[in-house]
Nanobody, 122 residues
Framework: QVQLVESGGGLVQAGGSLRLSCAASGRTFSAYAMGWFRKAPGKEREFVAAISWSGSTTHYADSVKGRFTISRDNAKNTVYLQMNSLKPEDTTDYYC???????????????WGQGTQVTVSS
């Protein structure tokens, strides 16, 4: 059974940084792409970043490009999202997901974590 567990969320002031982690288990982590999405209550899920199985390819939403960095450590079965220069509009729940390709689309991923909350105060 594939499990994804996010951690690292919390409260931070605008301009600050957080690093989210997503630990995976249940299948060969290094064979699959990983993605980060976010979703606020009442809003649609939004793509944040994605990374290929090798880490050689990354994609970012325009809203986070230059501020967020996705990376992975296949030896630790973990994907990270380094978030710098955080803004109040980044406040929401963040979810990691695993799939066959590093896509902007949520339906490309077949397993999802439970999410971690990020709150950025102004």
């Amino acid at each position: 059974q594939v499990q994804l567990v996010e951690s690292g969320g919390g409260l931070v002031q605008a301009g600050g940084s957080l690093r989210l982690s997503c630990a995976a288990s249940g299948r060969t982590f290094s064979a699959y792409a990983m993605g980060w999405f976010r979703k606020a209550p009442g809003k649609e899920r939004e793509f944040v970043a994605a990374i290929s199985w090798s880490g050689s390819t990354t994609h970012y939403a325009d809203s986070v490009k230059g501020r967020f960095t996705i990376s992975r450590d296949n030896a630790k079965n973990t994907v990270y999202l380094q978030m710098n220069s955080l803004k109040p509009e980044d406040t929401t729940d963040y979810y990691c997901a695993t799939g066959n390709r590093p896509s902007h689309y949520g339906n490309a991923y077949d397993y999802w974590g439970q999410g971690t909350q990020v709150t950025v105060s102004s």
